[in-house]
């Protein structure tokens, strides 16, 4: 039953994000202690954080929508996005942008959210500085790389072999195989590093940082240690600092969905699946293979 303070969405499209293999798989452990031991929460048994799609129906309390706005948003809150239809509060969502489709929209929430709000993790980038982001090739880091470049840094992109085709066609100057070359071992440093991945050690870091520089990261193993000795470090007057990206679902995506309107920034997205085939989206997903994000389509569009 919908709410006064939600509306109903008919979702024409979502994005696959980690969550979603994550809460699938109960991995890491971590997500079951905050969203069901045994088996996930009410809300969030039905997967589908991403969505683009056109408002049915608003609560009584609603005033920024009307029925037939399009719209996407994270629904992170809630998730129920793979479905036909998703109830949502207001703040989860925004008018979609002009000039895009559904399947593009539903691509940008999450993932553009994150890489930009790993920008605001450390000083204003400056033209010129270096950024090297770490997994570029995916969801997070194929915005990174374009809001980098707008920015005016000098970028590099770190990840698989098979991948490195897209990080420079998103606008990468530098790629690096991660199999074959250790960023951290290279001598060059940068002013932010963004990274997706979490694998490294603080002392890696420290190598590939400049002085004053951040570590945005995002997400990966060994966030918990990384944070702790970075709080640590700067309490002995260590200017390198690491930062955990979270800040919370679509803060910020008032600002991307002008840059998509525009043009600035292109959502990557490798494969568009069906609904009955998100069963071999998520495997597809799972296997590491994608460049950019998986949309699914639904059927009621």
Known sequence: MLKDDEVLVRIHAASINSWDFEFLSGTPFINRLMFGLLRPKR???????????????????????????????DLWDNFGGFADYACAH????????????????????????????????????????????NGAGGGVGTFAIQLAKLAGAEVTGVDAAHKLDVVRSTGADHVLDYATTDFTKTGDKYDLIIDCQANKSMSDFRQALEPGGTVAI?????????????????LAGESRRIRLVSEGPNKGLDDLKELVATGALIPVIDKVFQFDELQKAMQYFEDGLHKGKIVVTMSCQ
Do not use: C, H, W, Y
């Open 43 to 73: 809300n969030k048994q039905v997967l589908g954080a991403d969505i683009a799609g056109t408002i049915e129906e608003v609560g009584e309390r609603i005033s920024r929508f009307k029925p037939g706005d399009e719209v996407f948003g």
């Open 218 to 234: 995002v997400g990966g193993p060994r966030v918990i240690s990384l944070l702790i000795k970075s709080f640590f470090a700067s």
């Open 90 to 133: 207001e703040d989860s969502l925004e008018l979609k942008p002009v000039n895009t489709t559904f399947e593009e929209a539903a691509a940008v929430p999450q993932a553009g959210v994150l890489a930009l709000q790993s920008f605001r993790q450390g000083e204003k980038l400056q033209p010129g500085q270096k950024v090297l982001i």
